[in-house]
C-alpha cells in the first residue's frame, strides 16, 4: 500500500544520510575509513557517479526529492521503507538503503547503466514530473516542471538502452 501524502512529509522530515565506505573509492575523501574485507564495487558514488565530497550537502534535498516523487520500495520499520530512490540533476539514479530501521537513516549508491531498476524509477519520476501540479513540485523539491524535465532528461540519456 502506498503511503499518504501526510506519511511522505514526516519522512521527509525525518530522514538522514550516512555514508558507507564500501560504495566509495577514496572512502577517506569522504571521513570514512577504508574497508579492507570489501573487494571491489561495482557502484562506487565518486568513481561512477563523480559524487564528490563537495556534493554531500546536496543529500537531504536527493531525499526529499525521491519521497515526495514517491520513488519508494517495500515498507520495513513503521513508515521507513526498506529501499528509497532518487534522481540527481546529473540523470544519475542512486538507490538508499535503510541502514539504521526505525531511523529512517539510509546508506545510498548509483545504479549502473544497464540496471533494471533504474528504468522503473525513471517511469515513476517521469509520472511524478508531469501529473503533479507546479505548486506541489515546487513545495516539495523547489523545482520547477522545467527543472524536472531537465532532471528526467538526463536520466533517460545516462540509461537510455
Known amino acids: 500500500m502506498p503511503l499518504l501524502a501526510e506519511d511522505l512529509a514526516r519522512l521527509a522530515e525525518r530522514v538522514d544520510y550516512e555514508p558507507y565506505a564500501k560504495h566509495k573509492l577514496h572512502p577517506r575523501a569522504f571521513g570514512l575509513d577504508p574497508i579492507p574485507t570489501v573487494s571491489d564495487d561495482p557502484t562506487y558514488c565518486d568513481g561512477h557517479a563523480q559524487f564528490e565530497p563537495k556534493d554531500m550537502r546536496r543529500i537531504p534535498s536527493l531525499l526529499r526529492r525521491g519521497i515526495f516523487a514517491g520513488l519508494i520500495g517495500h515498507h520495513g520499520a513503521p513508515h521507513d521503507p526498506r529501499t528509497l530512490w532518487t534522481i540527481d540533476a ?57 527543472e524536472g524535465i531537465a532532471i528526467l532528461s538526463a536520466a533517460q540519456e545516462r540509461y537510455k538502452p
Open 90 to 146: 546529473t540523470g544519475w539514479v542512486f538507490e538508499g538503503r535503510i541502514t539504521h530501521p526505525g531511523r529512517a537513516i539510509y546508506h545510498g549508491y548509483p545504479l549502473l547503466p544497464g540496471d533494471a531498476m533504474a528504468a522503473k524509477v525513471i517511469g515513476r519520476f517521469e509520472r511524478w514530473v508531469y501529473e503533479t501540479s507546479r505548486e506541489d513540485l515546487y513545495t516539495c523539491d523547489r523545482m520547477t516542471r522545467d
